[in-house]
């Protein structure tokens, strides 16, 4: 019996350690947003009987990118430089400088633009919601896109639109990306920008977490022959600097066998992700800290997300309204919504990352998908919502069948937080 009981005993702990490997987030998700696109799971739920696609509205941010100033790789790579140049390089600094040169040679100039992955993502999404539901884009439907006037968001529509002009060239496709869309596609307040601010008094928490759990000197010991060249801050400076490089790495597969992952430990990599996503979900998320300013900016883009399915279902033709622009606000506007798993709230910072998670929400070329169902007898419309290509629910909405929402139900809940 006692043999039994310890034998029930191991099960259980192997079971829960299995479950704890599983959700260890791997190195390329500690990449917090330049978290690659990854492939969507599952198989969707089929719409109830007698209900046919009509309508699609989406917000994606966009694809896989380059860092977003040139001035971001520069200032590592003349630091490499100069250690180099007076003999202050380990033979795997040497190394390191010798990567970064690769690299550099490949950003300069491209910086915060798409990168060819971030070219296939949205060729590659738009494909699969062409496939999935057709209906909507039969014959000559309109595709109505906007995007922000940041070029890689841009981009990222045109390689979008082109996928689904590819597979349909009557499609009635119009491109655009003025100032005037910014208004709900990237709204952000003076209030918000404010609280978001490196002087926000809220910061000091943030600084005093990077000095208990950042800890360049092992980081500076493997890399420099003398480490007190650095003080502590430029010490830290150089490790973040490569942190972000290193991320990154993954959005730019064309340049292959080039990375940075080895100099860093597991634990040191957590801890550097833990510190952006703690900003990022204290910036945009429902972290009570914020006491909810900064998921109310998504107000104007949920706002037009409302008003152009109505028009769209009372035209009666097929139609997708597809908009392009930042992580940030579209993490905003699944924090409005309560969409699963964007919507956790802490207010301990050290379990921010337990609670909330950046590479979840919203890695490179993140999505949130309405699709749109009529009933073919009654007319009635259903909602299924995707992000990022999976079935997901809301926190304060009971579908009615499966993940499905009436659109009267869910137009009602949505209206409600607009005007909250």
């Known amino acids: 019996m006692k043999t039994k009981k310890l034998l029930l005993t191991l099960a259980c702990l192997c079971m829960a350690l299995s479950a704890s490997a599983q959700t260890k987030p791997t190195p390329e998700q500690l990449g917090s947003i330049y978290y690659a696109y990854p492939a969507p799971e599952g198989v969707r739920t089929p719409a109830p009987a007698g209900y046919v696609p009509v309508y699609i509205s989406h917000y994606g941010r966009h694809g896989s990118r380059w860092r977003t100033a040139d001035e971001h790789y520069k200032v590592v790579v003349d630091a490499f ?224 997300i409302v008003e152009s399915a109505d028009r769209a279902l009372a035209s009666g033709r097929p139609r997708a309204d597809l908009r392009f622009g930042h992580d940030t606000h579209l993490i905003r506007l699944l924090a409005l919504m309560g969409v699963e798993g964007c919507d956790g709230r802490e207010t301990d910072p050290e379990r921010f990352h337990l609670a909330w998670q950046d590479y979840r929400v919203s890695p490179m070329a993140a999505n949130l998908q309405f699709i749109f169902f009529r009933g073919a007898s009654d007319g009635d419309v259903l909602v299924l919502l995707l992000h990022n290509e999976n079935e997901v629910r809301l926190a304060g909405l009971a579908p009615v069948s499966g993940s499905y929402y009436r659109w009267t139900d869910l137009r009602q809940y949505l209206t409600k937080l607009i005007t909250d």
């Open 81 to 304: 430089d100069s250690l180099y140049q007076c003999k202050g390089l380990t033979p795997l600094g040497e190394d390191v400088r010798r990567r970064l040169h690769v690299v550099w040679e490949d950003a300069r100039g491209r910086s915060g633009n798409i990168t060819p992955l971030g070219e296939r993502q949205h060729h590659d999404i738009a494909l699969r919601m062409y496939r999935a539901y057709p209906e909507v884009f039969a014959d000559s439907a309109v595709v109505d896109a906007r995007s922000s006037t940041s070029l890689r968001c841009a981009m990222s529509m045109s390689y979008f639109t082109e996928a689904l002009k590819e597979q349909n060239p009557a499609l009635r496709v119009s491109r655009r990306a003025y100032q005037q869309y910014m208004d709900y596609i990237a709204y952000t307040s003076p209030e918000a920008e404010a609280f978001c601010s490196d002087t926000a008094l809220w910061r000091a928490g943030l600084r005093q977490f990077e000095q208990e759990h950042i800890r360049p000197a092992r980081f500076t010991r493997a890399l420099l022959t003398d480490p007190s060249r650095l003080t502590e801050a430029e010490a830290r400076a150089l490790m973040d600097g490569l942190y972000w490089i290193a991320i990154d790495m993954q959005n730019c597969d064309h340049l292959r066998g080039v990375s940075f992952f080895d100099l860093f430990t597991y634990d040191e990599l957590f801890h550097l992700w833990r510190l952006v996503n703690a900003r990022m979900y204290v910036c945009n998320a429902c972290a009570p800290l914020n006491k909810g300013l900064m998921p109310r900016q998504a107000a104007h883009l949920l706002r037009n």
